[in-house]
């Protein structure tokens, strides 16, 4: 009895701990002095694709990136780009060499891409739906 016991406390001290992890999910941002209200995951894709150089409201979208390894960057890659990273490596090498686009600005972690976002009404990016604040707007809940 007394080892189901411990079982049973051990499954609940992991599931308290795996918890908060499973409900912080990736979403995509701009500052908050952005006009834009929301965005659809068609829109995202293009927009870091490349194949639309600007919001809904006309102005301006310069995408950001997380660093290559990141856990919100590869959530995002999945779910938005739907590419695995040759795939992109191959289309921004294409793109690059016809001289057709440039590849996101790689910017570091979460931290320094919600700073930058937050100055910057014209980038767009992603970060850890718990590191939002005030200083940006959720356009989009992966």
């Known amino acids: 009895m007394k080892v189901n ?9 992991v599931l308290s701990i795996l918890m908060p992890l499973a409900n912080a999910g990736v979403v995509v941002i701009v500052s908050a002095s952005n006009s834009n209200a929301e965005l659809d995951e068609k829109q995202v894709y293009n927009i870091y694709m490349g194949k639309a150089k600007s919001f809904p409201d006309g102005e301006k979208a310069l995408p950001v990136d997380q660093k290559k390894g990141s856990a919100d960057r590869d959530a ?8 695995s990273s ?9 793109l690059i060499f016809t001289g057709k686009g440039t590849p996101p600005q790689e910017s570091g972690s979460g931290a320094t891409v919600k700073t930058l976002i ?7 990016g992603y970060i850890n739906s718990a590191d939002v604040d005030s200083s940006v707007k959720v356009l989009l809940e992966l």
Request: hydrophobic residues 40%; positive net charge; without cysteine.
């Open 5 to 13: 016991n411990m079982k049973y406390l051990l499954s609940l001290v």
């Open 76 to 83: 995002f890659r999945e779910t938005i780009l739907q590419k």
């Open 86 to 94: 040759s795939q992109l490596n191959t289309y921004w090498s294409r």
């Open 118 to 124: 937050a100055n910057n009404p014209n980038l767009i």
